[in-house]
């Protein structure tokens, strides 16, 4: 898009940081009733009932996949990590077996804010110190640059943004919709087919590559004997997860993609296991 794009035009404006300042994502409406669940429900009934019962419901996608695991997270740091990231601590501890992990203290966790806040503005802040800077425009940037283009992102202005942290919760998250003020304001100049829509996200289906063109790719990279990764992470793990994802009895795209990344770091660079 880039490319095509530098054919006619310098810059273009993008809409990057509207979901991390308005609360666009459906895990900051998540997170918010998941403040709720967490008070009713104890978490050994959550860990050892409920989640496996979510996910094994018929039909039960992806982000009802990440809300079983992510629900009943009573540490904040942990469930930041675990709203986008691809693992949850107990994961990465099963995978890690026997090694010595480093672990944190919410207090102590760099992205996290006042425990005052709403559970909404908090994982707000998480994602405008974190995700957005360190994923989305970062990301944006190469692509652009690839491209010899330019983008301006205005929902980043840093007056509006000033103004936006300002604002009550309800003007974030309406009973219905996200972005609430957003589409109150857009009303009118916007269809109402468009602003009323779903979120529709750019997805590429690489949870469909791993399953199919290119699951020897990820065989030979997390299965085989040339596998690094096999020499400190636990093997029977890797080939759970990797079936698992292949019979579709889970989604383990992030995952796979996060083992995928280290095993290619390990092999480009020519590196042994760590000491």
Known sequence: MSVRASQDVKMVLTGEGADEILGGYPKHRAESLAGVYRSLVPASLHNNLLAPLMRALPGASAKFDIFARSAGERDFATRMISWFGAMTARERD?????LATC????????????????????????????????????????????????????????????????????????????????????????????????????????????????SDYVRDHLCSSHSVIRSYLSAKKLDQIVREHAERAADHEKLIWALLNLEIFHREFALGPPQ
């Open 103 to 214: 672990g944190h203290d919410c207090n102590d966790f760099p992205f996290s804010s006042s425990v005052t806040e709403s559970h909404l503005r908090r994982v707000l802040f998480f994602d405008q110190t974190s995700w957005l800077p360190d994923n989305l425009l970062e990301r944006g940037d190469r692509m652009m640059m690839a491209g010899s283009i330019e983008g301006r992102m205005p929902f980043l202005d840093r007056d509006l943004v000033s103004f936006v942290s300002q604002l009550p919760d309800r003007y974030r998250l309406g009973l219905l919709h996200s972005k609430q003020i957003l589409r109150d304001c857009m009303a009118g100049m916007v269809p109402d087919e468009v602003l009323n829509r779903p979120k529709i996200g750019f997805k590429v289906p690489v949870a469909e590559w791993f399953r199919g063109p290119m």
């Open 94 to 98: 099963s995978l890690l077996g026997g």
